[in-house]
């Protein structure tokens, strides 16, 4: 599929994609709250500064996850 230039996405709640995962996501935890990025309790409190949201910030993802989320779904 990569080759033929596929991309999937999948869309889902915070609880869902930890489960989909092997678990480990804690929304009290100090590090362990996002998929997406390595973050902190210090770095999940940075807002921009004209909007006050974090979506300003521009955080890209930098957490990759190698094991596919829906191994039943067919790659040939």
Do not use: A, C, Q
């Amino acid at each position: 599929m990569i080759s033929k230039g596929h991309k999937i996405f999948v869309s889902s709640d915070s609880k869902f994609s930890d489960n989909l995962l092997g678990g480990g996501l804690d929304s009290t935890s100090t590090d362990s709250f996002n998929m997406y990025n390595y973050e902190t309790k210090d770095t999940r409190s940075i807002v921009g500064d004209s909007t006050g949201f974090r979506s300003e910030v521009g955080r890209t993802i930098e957490k990759e996850h190698t094991e596919s989320l829906l191994p039943s779904l067919p790659t040939s």
